[in-house]
């Protein structure tokens, strides 16, 4: 008998992975060893990275324009790793508080940049996404979690950010790959594999180009886009 998990995560996963899984932990592609073993810089696990990113590139049709990058850290390490790398030093973003993990986000945001909270349901147990909240104009981004994992709250129609140089941030760990999005609408969407993608252990990042080379800070080296983005 087949068990599913209805919970939020890992993704339940279709046979026909589970099983080219369990062979490849055995032997990969008749290579006489198992996918286990191999260097991650060998021409068959490269090859295997980027048909991952290939896929998801057209599963999600992600324009050229925008970077895949498979990190570890899970997705509360973006909480950092954003005000970190796209804020410069006394720079501030917007953030919507939507649910517990959008609270997390804005505490690790607070401690490295200047947080304005423009929108938060808390005060009504997240029962409902704030609407219509006004836009700080010295902030950079508004960071937005579309699905509340928690609470059960999510974004049908994303907000706009009110001016061009702004962009829009997404956690989308809990209804990522759910449905179409359109990535041109977001500077950056993160997401934990184990919400919906898979097992845990990696974390989606998908990121505008041109955001790739922000160099506002000293940031820590794998902590900076950079570092992932110019070695995969
Ligand atoms: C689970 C979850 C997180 C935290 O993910 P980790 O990969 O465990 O750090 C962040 N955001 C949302 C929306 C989640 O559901």
């Not at 147990?125 to 104009?137: G, L, R, V, Y």
């Not at 928690?150 to 001016?163: C, R």
């Not at 594999?193 to 998908?206: C, W």
Request: charge should be negative; aromatic fraction near 8%; include cysteine.
């Amino acid at each position: 008998m087949k068990i599913y998990n209805f919970s939020a995560g890992p993704a339940c996963l279709p046979d026909a992975v589970l099983s080219a899984a369990s062979e490849a932990s055995q032997e990969y592609q008749n290579s006489g060893m198992s996918i286990l073993e191999m260097s991650h810089r060998s021409k068959s696990v490269v090859s295997l990275f980027n048909e991952t990113s290939d896929n998801l590139r057209s599963l999600l049709s992600i324009p050229s324009n925008y970077h895949i990058l498979w990190l570890q850290g899970g997705a509360s390490t973006q909480f950092s790793m954003i005000p970190l790398n796209l804020l410069p030093e006394g720079g501030s973003a917007d953030y919507i508080e939507t649910g517990a993990w959008s609270s997390k986000a804005i505490t690790e945001c607070a401690k490295v940049a200047n947080v304005n909270v423009i929108g938060s349901s808390k005060k009504s147990n997240f029962s409902f996404i704030p609407k219509n909240c006004e836009q700080n104009i010295d902030s950079s981004y508004l960071h937005i979690t579309s699905n509340n994992t928690i609470y059960g709250t999510q974004y049908k129609e994303y907000p706009q950010v009110d001016n061009p140089d702004k962009f829009l941030v997404v956690d989308m760990s809990s209804d990522i790959l759910s449905k179409p999005v359109n990535v041109s609408e977001f500077g950056l969407i993160y997401a934990g594999a184990q919400k919906n993608m898979g097992p845990a252990g990696v974390t989606l990042v998908i990121i505008r180009k041109d955001l790739i080379d922000s160099n506002f800070r000293d940031v820590p080296t794998m902590m900076r886009y950079k570092t992932h983005s110019s070695k995969d």
